[in-house]
Nanobody, 128 residues
């Protein structure tokens, strides 16, 4: 299974970016997927997750109203639309998928242990 993120860039505060994630080699469809961010000198944290079948989304309080997670099933691609970016959003953003057949737990969407497959990350830099 390969997870590949793209879309990271350097932007000014207030700008927007859309990150993309493609999962290849996965048997079936991931029951959920997530985005995580790791700011310089900090631990990786959950940013947003999407439960596949009902389309329920979950996000960190810090990004509510500004970041949107979505999925294009026809392209097998997960997106993270990031609007009104702030300098504190500077981070490496990782896309993650669970083990095949993994059961989604809303309480644990932001736990790294809920995911099996990770991408290499894409860099986002927001300057003030």
């Amino acid at each position: 299974v390969q997870v590949t993120e793209s879309g990271g860039d350097s932007v000014q505060a207030g700008g927007s970016l859309r990150l993309s994630c493609v999962v290849s080699g996965y048997i079936g469809v991931p029951t959920y997927m997530g985005w995580f961010g790791q700011a310089p000198g900090k631990e990786r944290e959950g940013v947003a997750a999407l439960e596949t079948w009902f389309g329920h989304t979950y996000g960190a309080d810090s990004v509510t109203g500004r970041f949107t997670i979505s999925r294009d099933n026809t392209k097998n691609t997960l997106y993270l639309q990031m609007n009104d970016l702030k300098p504190e959003a500077t981070a490496i953003y990782y896309c993650a998928a669970p083990a095949r057949g993994g059961l989604f737990s809303p309480q644990h969407w932001a736990r790294e242990g809920s995911y099996e497959y990770w991408g290499q990350g894409t860099h986002v830099t927001v300057s003030s």
